[in-house]
């Protein structure tokens, strides 16, 4: 099981842990939303729980719930910046769908 954070994603969580000014790493998950069933969830992490497993990229950790695996396993967690916008970006490769407004997918 893996979840892999590029080199820009690695960069923006970095900064908003200094801006924070606390915080080991960045919390990923997901929530029953949406449309299309589940929503992506972000969180600071300020400790690692029994029930998390973290992955460790470019200098910063991603921890992700063990319950939440099965939908995440495979992920790419990217940050991408287009025109104004900026945004962490999912490429998750168990979605089968997504809603039309992005803001949920299914497995």
Known sequence: MSITVTENAAKQIEK????RGSGIGLKVGTKIAGCSGFAYT????????????????????????????D?????????VKNGLNAAFKFNNPNATGECGCGESFSV
């Not at 908003?16 to 801006?19: A, C, F, H, K």
């Not at 939908?71 to 940050?79: H, N, P, Q, R």
């Open 71 to 79: 939908k995440l396993d495979g992920l790419v967690l990217d940050y």
């Open 16 to 19: 908003q842990i200094q801006q």
């Open 42 to 69: 972000i969180d600071y992490a300020d400790e690692k729980t029994e029930s998390e497993t973290v992955f460790e990229q470019f200098g910063v950790k991603v921890l992700v719930e063990n319950e939440d695996m």
